[in-house]
């Protein structure tokens, strides 16, 4: 009980000492501490690793939950592994039985080396922030501890994250190229197909075309949560595609002040935020730390919602490069007016879905499991950048917002949210019918 | 006018410039190990970025010397002892200049003796060197009461203000480098150094606020306003809800900045480097803003033409040829990382060409680690074309900073590159088809003595090349001195002055390949090297 007090006085003073930004009362526990302090860093680091799009992104952010979860729940009696259950992970390397572990130290050690993994190619101040936190926090679990516990403690953390890495390597998404713009992209010809949108070199083909054969996580395969096709493509007045491409017109030359305020606020742009999924595991950090949440609820929730995410973008993907639609900058121009400028940059990729909307479905179904179908909460993600929380009724309303934030910033149709949305329902399911609890 | 009919009126202006023999192209011959100087950028992570040189003449002999900053090692200044159109020949002189802790240095005649001063960017506390002759410095901070502050300091512009007998200095500073963990969103005030309320020296320094880690900063008269403003190209790795940067500076009030009303559109970028240059003839400068895996190439658009301009700009840096995104020879293909860049005619054809730094910031590996600097070589359609492998200054070397300046006085210029922890690399231009050549040096009576903010013109061949005489741009790097005109074939020139008072001085005839003393209220007078 005292050794307890000191380290969770050492965590407090690492935690004022090092992240100054952090509430007081986020020091409940050392494991809490290090989930959420870990997790601050990885929001930065996405922001600020060009290899992480939002794909990329929603992939780290669902091994590093899986790394977390499997760390705690070795030392768990309440709950059971993925193994066996998430695709591909075969059983953690195990604990001593006779053996005293300190489930702090276990869950530091996993998560510093998970991170080191995942974000491998962030810069050098990056790498500096993860030689300090890992320094920093390291320091304060192991305060009082025996030796031969910490040394324990460390390896078993340091063994889970290994198995978690080694099973990473085989998903399809481990090696990004050219940050995930193919050199030797070949399109397709059509007046309905997908073109480059953006005058960087670079961004002259699609990101990461071969994503949506990735191995998922919780869905059998990329393909288990199909979308019917978007309208068909036509440039006639009056057409179904017609009308959604003039919606989106119509609306961006009337935007009212709160329109262009949602479509700033989930614009979430790489390397300019933490990214969409980066977005909601914000808010799932957030929420966590103002319930006080223990360890086991910590990694249970991040685990799912990176699950969601990860497969969310991989289902999302498949159907963006199976139906490879053009986007409405391309089409407005074309058909509506030459020099129409959508608020948002369009992202270097098809149209249909529209990825934030699916990987915000499948957030919302997930947290909605996790916290409660009408659980209010004050989204405050962007602050540091100058853009002002938002209220929602729900997980599902901010989805919801989410989706039509990307018509009033001219970068999808309707049909792209609608649907999009819809196929985040089904993706967070399979999450949701993982079995976390025993 | 659009911008093809800019560029068609363009061509047509320098169709009339008289072209010589580009058979060859340009060339330079490495004479790195020769020379002498042997100044590395050293550090780790505090000096990542900066690594500047500077070129002024500070020995009085004509000829450019050169001071290259060390980072965390000593910083060196160099005499130029090189003779007219010889190998480029250098000598460490022991200056005062010999400091730790230097990012960057621009010179400037601060106090108006006619000595030039050099301002050092640290980190820690910036550094007022006042010049005193033959190449030797002194602290002047308490002097001028320069308040060096303590920051990380990465990028520095300086101004006469309209009517100031004291110039006005911008220093943009980088993130908190004290916050170790957490530096994201640390970004530290830039300041702005204005005059005393008695005219000489310096007040204490406005904030800049907000400050958003700006690497490259610049006092340019956008919009020939006659009242430059700020432009300041910002870091986005490191700030919050920040952008690219244009500040109105009004001479009885604090800066403010433009805003999207007034026509600035948000532009975020790894802002690292500001080159300006006319490109297009029509007397506003074009802007290259250096960055990561892209770079911008800014025009004003709509183009001006006869209503009040606005701050709005197209990128045109793809149709021009100058995206620079990834290295252009060797094997990596990954996206680049460019840091300083400089519009200059290295071969005297009448036609800027550009020239950018290039290096990855420090093994990351998402950029290109074999990252070959660029020599872009401007076309008479306006575009350009990479010429670096065949001009001999494809350095993988980690550049940083650089100054492109006539070391030996020959008429071409000639190219010295600051490297990350590799002693600084120095080329002499020895292209044998260059075309005809002007250098300039500009003086005017009273405190701005060489006659910040003026626009010198040339007119030849039918057309008007132009260059605004500013201090500041590049990445950490600064010169004074000579000022480079390349006139192609033609045998002679006219040249006028646009003072900073807006006051144009009369065209004067002047004979090709010749240095010339640009007084203000009188005509050319010819100077000669000493040896």
Known sequence: ??????????????????????????????????????????????????????????????????????????????????????????????????????????LQAALAAAARDFFANTGPTGQRALDAVERQLSAAVAAGLPADVLARSVAHGRAVAAHVVAWSESDGGARIVNMGFPLDHAPPDGPAVWVPTSAVRQQQAPLLPRWGANRTFAMPDGGACPLPPPPAYSEEPGSPFHAEATEVYEVSRALTAEQRAIARFWSDDPMLSPTPPGHWIAIARALLLAENADAERWVDVMARLGIAQADAFIGCWNAKFQYDLLRPVTYIRRVIDKGWEPLLITPPFPEYPSGHSTQSGASAEVLTA?????????????????????????????????????????IHFRAAIARGLDQGRCIGAHANALRTWR | MTLSARLAVLLAALSGLAAPSAAEGPRFVEET???????????????????????????????????????????????????????????????????????????????????????????????????????RFQRANEAWGFDGGDAWSTALAATWERGAGWPTIAIGNYVDRREEAFPWGSCTDNWLHRPAAGGTGFAPPLPLTPSHCALSMLFTDWNRSGQPALRVSNDREYYKGGQE?????????????????????????????????????????????????????????????????????????????????????????????????????????????????????????????????????????????????AAGVASTALSRGAVIADFNLDGRLDLVVVNRRAPARIWRNVTSTAGNWLLFDLHQPGPNADAIGAWLEVRCGGTVLRREITVGGGHASGQAGWRHVGIGAEPTAEVRVIWPDGTAGDWHEVAANGFYRLARGAAPVAWQPPR
């Open chain 1, 1 to 106: 009980m005292i050794r307890m007090s000191r380290r969770r006085m050492a965590l407090g003073l690492a935690c004022c000492l090092a992240v100054p930004a952090m509430p007081v009362w986020a020091v409940a526990s050392p494991a809490p501490e290090v989930m959420s302090t870990w997790y601050r860093l990885v929001l930065e680091l996405v922001r600020h690793t060009p290899t992480h799009s939002p794909p990329v992104a929603s992939r780290a952010f669902a091994y590093l939950g899986i790394t977390a979860f499997e760390a705690v729940a070795g030392g768990s009696a309440r709950l059971v592994s993925l193994a066996g259950q998430v695709n591909g992970l075969t059983p953690l390397p195990g604990r001593d039985p006779a053996a005293r572990y300190d489930e702090a130290v276990v």
């Open chain 1, 370 to 410: 996790l916290f409660g179908a009408d659980f209010a909460f004050e989204d405050t993600t962007h602050v540091a950048d100058g853009l002002p929380g938002r209220h929602f009724p729900s997980f599902w309303a901010a989805a919801e917002e989410a989706g039509i934030s990307r018509l009033y910033g001219g």
């Open chain 2, 33 to 135: 190990a020769a020379a002498g100087p042997d100044t590395a950028f050293e550090g780790d992570w505090e000096y990542m970025v900066g690594g500047g040189a500077a070129s002024f003449d500070c020995s009085g002999d004509g000829f450019a010397d050169l001071f290259l900053s060390g980072g965390a090692a000593p910083s060196g200044l160099y005499r130029n002892v090189s003779a007219r159109g010889g190998p480029l020949r250098f000598q460490r002189v022991a200056s005062g200049l010999e400091v730790t802790g230097v990012t960057g240095a621009y010179p400037l005649d601060v106090d108006g003796d006619g000595l030039q001063d050099l301002i050092l960017l640290r980190v820690g506390e910036n550094l007022a060197m006042r010049g005193l002759g033959d190449c």
């Open chain 2, 245 to 389: 940067q244009l500040w109105h500076m009004p001479p009885d009030g604090p800066p403010r900045l433009y805003t999207a009303e007034e026509g600035w559109k948000p532009l975020r970028i790894w802002g690292m480097g500001i080159a300006s240059a006319d490109l297009t003839g029509d007397g506003y400068p074009e802007y290259y803003l250096t960055s990561m895996a892209d770079n911008k190439l800014q025009t004003l658009s709509p183009p001006p033409g006869d209503g009040p301009v606005a701050p709005s700009y197209a990128d045109v840096a793809w149709p021009k040829g100058l995206t620079a995104h990834r290295p252009h020879t060797g094997g990596d293909y990954r996206p680049s990382t460019a840091w300083h860049a400089q519009f200059e005619d290295v071969d005297n054809d009448g036609l800027l060409d550009l020239y950018v730094a290039k290096g990855n910031v420090d093994r990351m590996p998402d950029f290109a680690l074999e990252d070959p600097d660029n020599l872009l070589m401007q076309q008479p359609d306006g575009t350009f074309v990479e010429a670096s492998v």
